[in-house]
T-cell receptor
Framework: QQPVQSPQAVILREGEDAVINCSSS?????VHWYRQKHGEAPVFLMI?????EQKGHEKISASFNEKKQQSSLYLTASQLSYSGTYFC?????????????FGKGTKLSVIP | NAGVTQTPKFQVLKTGQSMTLQCAQD?????MSWYRQDPGMGLRLIHY???????DQGEVPNGYNVSRSTTEDFPLRLLSAAPSQTSVYFC??????????????FGPGTRLTVL
């Protein structure tokens, strides 16, 4: 079942903060975050695992609330380069799953 | 390393035609997958493979075939193209350990239009 992302779109001025949420009706084992710039491929941001472990390449802050079955991505002091569509993905069958189900995305636009 | 490569970048087909979208990776990843992306729908998994000779269906497999004869290549075949298959197709690869735990590397995509 597809995770639900909110908001669908957000417009920020440079330097402002934003929070993107990803929630699931099923228990979450992990949440994956990707960013896709217009006309490009999705690029990995981070994975948050049950138990608190995080794995990522960028200095992006995120949280994973197992009880609420929700993850949030925190974009602080936004830069123009943060613009793009953010997707969260979750393994539908938990640990050992070979599939990811992605949300519909949150479009973030950062303006000068 | 080239990473994940896809060909062609753009393709226009007529209804009923068949074609193969190519995907290759040079990172020795066991796991490879195909997604389609439609406006407002996110990324939907078509097929995936956990190694040479092993493939399985994802969320939206109908109308598509795959095979995996080598670790490097994972072609996607459209048997009889339909307008509903107009989409952007992304190939991705990852280390197998567990897709739940590992990042996927995406190719640049193939934009397919079926008339």
């Amino acid at each position: 079942q597809q995770p639900v992302q909110s908001p669908q779109a957000v417009i920020l001025r440079e330097g402002e903060d934003a929070v993107i949420n990803c929630s699931s009706s099923k228990a979450l084992y992990s949440v994956h975050w990707y960013r896709q710039k217009h006309g490009e491929a999705p690029v990995f941001l981070m994975i948050l695992l049950k138990g608190g472990e995080q794995k990522g390449h960028e200095k992006i802050s995120a949280s994973f609330n197992e009880k609420k079955q929700q993850s949030s991505l925190y974009l602080t002091a936004s830069q123009l380069s943060y613009s793009g569509t953010y997707f969260c993905g979750t393994p539908p069958r938990g640990a050992g799953s070979y599939q990811l189900t992605f949300g519909k995305g949150t479009k973030l636009s950062v303006i000068p | 390393n080239a990473g994940v490569t896809q060909t062609p970048k753009f393709q226009v087909l007529k209804t009923g035609q068949s074609m193969t979208l190519q995907c290759a990776q040079d990172m020795n990843h066991e796991y490879m997958s195909w997604y389609r992306q439609d406006p407002g729908m996110g990324l939907r998994l078509i097929h995936y493979s956990v190694g040479a000779g092993i493939t399985d269906q994802g969320e939206v497999p109908n109308g598509y075939n795959v095979s995996r004869s080598t670790t490097e290549d994972f072609p996607l075949r459209l048997l009889s193209a339909a307008p509903s298959q107009t989409s952007v197709y992304f190939c991705a690869s990852s280390y197998l350990q567990s897709i739940s735990y590992n990042e996927q590397f995406f190719g640049p995509g193939t934009r397919l239009t079926v008339l």
